[in-house]
Each structure stands twice: as C-alpha cells, then as structure tokens.
C-alpha cells in the first residue's frame, strides 16, 4: 500500500487549495479513504472521509461547508478541495486507508494559511 499526498503550500486566509492522494498497491475503488490532518503541538484530527464509490461523504463540524472531499476511482485519487482557507486550518495533511484492519497513511503534505 503506498499512499501519496501533494498539493499543499503556503496560502493567504480565504484562499483556496486542492490536495490530492494518489494511492496505490490495493483495490482502491473497494475502500473508503479519509483524510487527517496534523498542526504543531496537537494531535492528528480527522477530517472528512469519503465511501468506496463517493455516495457518502463526512466531515468534522470545523469544515463543512468549506471542504469538499472527492474521489476518482479511475485515477485511484482522492481529493480535498479547500476553500476559505483559515489560519486554524495551517497543518500537515494526512491520507489514510484501513486495510484488513491496518491504518495506511501517506506522508503529509504541509498546509500553511498565513498573511
């Protein structure tokens, strides 16, 4: 199983940033993928998690309605599009799969919303 994340960068308040997880090594249109993520001195959070062909999605409270998190089972990527950007969002992306009861994370991609 290896997971992929890119995307990430330094972003001003408001703005918007698209990450994306490219997987590999596993059935990826057969899992739900979800994606954490990580600030400096906090322990890692979830975020949003989509089902195996995108009929559900979930989002923790601090980002409905400015994340949206999506999947192409052809490109076996996931996706989470984020717009007006806080600087509470600044922290390290993560990807994960559970997998015959395993947790696979990929290896973060850094986001910084700062002015």
């Known amino acids: 199983v290896q997971l992929v994340e890119s995307g990430g960068g330094l972003v001003q308040p408001g703005g918007s940033l698209r990450l994306s997880c490219a997987a590999s090594?596993?059935?990826?249109?057969?899992?739900?993928m979800s994606w954490y993520r990580q600030a400096p001195g906090k322990e890692r959070e979830w975020v949003a998690t989509?089902?195996?062909?995108?009929?559900?999605?979930n989002y923790v409270d601090s980002v409905k309605g400015r994340f949206t998190i999506s999947r192409d089972n052809a490109k076996n990527t996931v996706y989470l599009q984020m717009n007006n950007l806080k600087p509470e969002d600044t922290a390290v992306y993560y990807c994960?799969?559970?997998?015959?009861?395993?947790?696979?994370w990929g290896q973060g991609t850094q986001v910084t919303v700062s002015s």
């Open positions: 989509i089902t195996s062909v995108g009929r559900t999605t």
């Open positions: 090594g596993f059935t990826f249109s057969s899992y739900t």
């Open positions: 994960k799969v559970m997998r015959a009861g395993l947790p696979y």
